[in-house]
């Protein structure tokens, strides 16, 4: 294994110095805490969202900080949920008075520390919380690290639009609304090539043979829906769309399409499958109205890729153009 670090137990303490370093002005630290927040936190009068899980996945949660997205997130040890007191001290850095929202991928120890969080909060009379969690994967149910779906690639469109909304001043209960709906109209799927390397452990987090892939991995190694002989990527491309348009109605409104690296694939691969991707949606009836191609909810160095599809609509789309000014998302800003 080769890594750029200096201690393989400090990654993440020293990862989160460069963020610091890299986005001064824009962003801010908590290091006791490991919580990256808006360096304008707290905004007032503006509902906050907070999100975080392990680290080694990024640009999510970190990376997307800032105007337009989240006000802050919580980065656990890799693939490891962070803890009650690391999301309570979230909420009380962006707590502006109208409340926070809590974005939180379908993971078991996810969902029970954000919880634990927002019981602590109302205990000693603290922010208003609501939760949303994303569950979108269509791979398997009930794996590894979960109870129901996995929350995957929807989780950064969620963040993205129901960001919007709390930027134009919504109420708790209207941006919390909006999430779960984006979470109801979002499907995933995902394919992994290799393995991924914590760097702690030193060793692949579990063995893939050179002539066979994963087709639905989850995004800390999980096993899929099934392992199979290496293919094309137009065959890869069906063993994605397939699974995911089988689930839930893609037609008759515009979609929003995310086609994301795992961390380990070059972005000319990326392209490539969804040149791949796009011809299919196309056969379904399904009318593509925007497009995110790179590395978004990555699992470490893993090569492979995810489908995400959001079966959208004017509010949803609109929201998704609004100005964005994070490290992982920036547009009209």
């Excluded at 993440?12 to 630290?29: F, P, S």
């Excluded at 892939?213 to 137009?234: F, K, L, N, Q, S």
């Excluded at 978004?296 to 609509?313: K, Q, V």
Aim: charged share 20%.
């Amino acid at each position: 294994m080769k890594k750029f670090v200096n201690d393989p137990q400090h990654v993440v303490a020293d990862a989160l110095v460069g963020v610091e370093a890299a986005h001064q002005g824009r962003l801010r630290v908590d290091h006791r805490h490991r919580v990256v927040y808006r360096a304008d936190a707290p905004v007032r009068g503006k509902v906050a969202l907070v999100s975080g899980g392990g680290s080694g996945h990024e640009p999510l949660h970190g990376g997307y900080v800032g105007p337009g997205m989240l006000d802050a997130a919580c980065a656990g040890e890799v693939f490891t949920s962070p803890t009650p007191d690391q999301v309570l001290a979230a909420d009380r850095l962006v707590d502006g008075g109208a409340g926070v929202l809590h974005v939180v991928k379908n993971y078991t120890g996810d969902v029970m520390n954000f919880e634990m969080a927002a019981e602590l909060a109302a205990a000693e009379d603290g922010p208003e919380v609501a939760t949303v969690v994303t569950d979108d994967d269509v791979a398997v149910e009930d794996s590894l690290y979960t109870a129901g779906r996995r929350g995957v690639g929807v989780t950064v469109l969620l963040e993205k639009i129901a960001g919007a909304a709390a930027d134009e001043g919504r109420d708790l209960v209207a941006v919390t609304d909006l999430a779960r709906r984006v979470n109801d109209q979002g499907r995933s799927m995902g394919v992994a090539l290799t393995s991924c390397t914590v760097p702690a452990v030193g060793t692949p987090t579990f063995d893939l043979p050179e002539d066979q892939m994963e087709v639905g991995v989850g995004i800390h190694g999980e096993p899929g829906r099934y392992r199979r002989p290496m293919g094309t990527a137009a065959e890869i491309a069906e063993q994605l769309v397939a699974p995911v348009t089988e689930d839930l109605d893609f037609t008759g409104a515009p979609v929003i399409v995310m086609l994301g690296g795992m961390g380990g694939t070059p972005l000319l691969e990326l392209y490539l499958m969804y040149g791949q991707v796009a011809p299919l949606l196309a056969a379904r009836g399904i009318a593509v109205a925007r497009t995110l191609v790179g590395n978004h909810i990555t699992s470490l160095d893993m090569a492979g890729c995810s489908l995400t599809l959001l079966r959208a609509d004017d509010e949803m789309l609109r929201l998704w153009d609004a100005p964005v000014d994070t490290p992982g998302l920036r547009w009209g800003a």
